[in-house]
């Protein structure tokens, strides 16, 4: 498999603030690989790092076989960046900023239509409307169209997905399924954990550390404890009497249920005794497997 991007012990800093701290990976060809990690992680330092926009203090990150410090210029024509906050010009129409943005790489959108053709036909109808008025979802799908016009080997999409509501989340990752087959690599973030099943690989970013890489099936199995789904009508009551419970390791809510660990990996009696005494009349507690959320919280919890 060819390699896409090579991360080397990337270190950077701004200031007093580690922003990111030895980080290696590595990225194949064709693969969507996911970033996942909750505000202030590093996300944004590191994709900037990628697209050439920032140099690493430390270490050396390699995109398509060229250094990201050095050959920068080469290496912009390759990649497709989408910033977190859309890089629209509100002031233009649509079409406008399509064109601008194939004018400024030297293409015409005729000529990479074929490309954008599934994500822009559902913004087209709009092509006359100001960016800045178009809804969320349109905006995203806009700002993907214009990331993708020069047709780039290497998509780097930061947060495509936040604040935007859950119909065109699950739209957007579909788009991206099928840019597969256009022989490009992608490269996603998100703070949205049950995001991470729909990449190939994630990786776990915290503080600046890359805690693990991994097909998310995998992260999912290397979860070492029993995990017991408790559930209750009145959810919040049941989350605090269960983190007073004094064998709970863990109490997370989760869907419609609150997920726990337990000291020893097992429950008795004393559990239930516990719930009525804290008010809650018949919860049932099955055992449950393990999520991608569950793996991350508990890798999350071991580093703090
Ligand atoms: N230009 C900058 N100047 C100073 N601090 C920065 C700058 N960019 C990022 N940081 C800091 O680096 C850390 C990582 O930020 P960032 O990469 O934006 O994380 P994320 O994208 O995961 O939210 C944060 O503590 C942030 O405040
Ligand atoms: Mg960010």
Redesign the pocket.
Known sequence: MKEVIRASGIGKKFGETQALKDIFFEVNEGEIFGFIGPDGAG??TLFRIITTLLNPDEGEMTVLGLNTAGDFRELRKCIGYMP?RFSLYQDLSVEENLNFYATVFGTTVRENYALISDIYSHIEPFRKRLAGKLSGGMKQKLALSCALIHKPKLLVL??PTTGVDAVSRAEFWEMLKKLRQHDITIVV?TPYMDEAMRCDRVALIQKGQLMLADRPQKIREGFGRKLFAVRAPQKYRLLEALRKYPLTETAYPFGDSVHVTIRNNIFDASLNEHLVRSGIENASITESEAGIEDRFLELMKNRI
Request: no cysteine; proline share 0%; hydrophobic share 0%.
């Open positions: 996300k944004t977190g930061d947060e973030s």
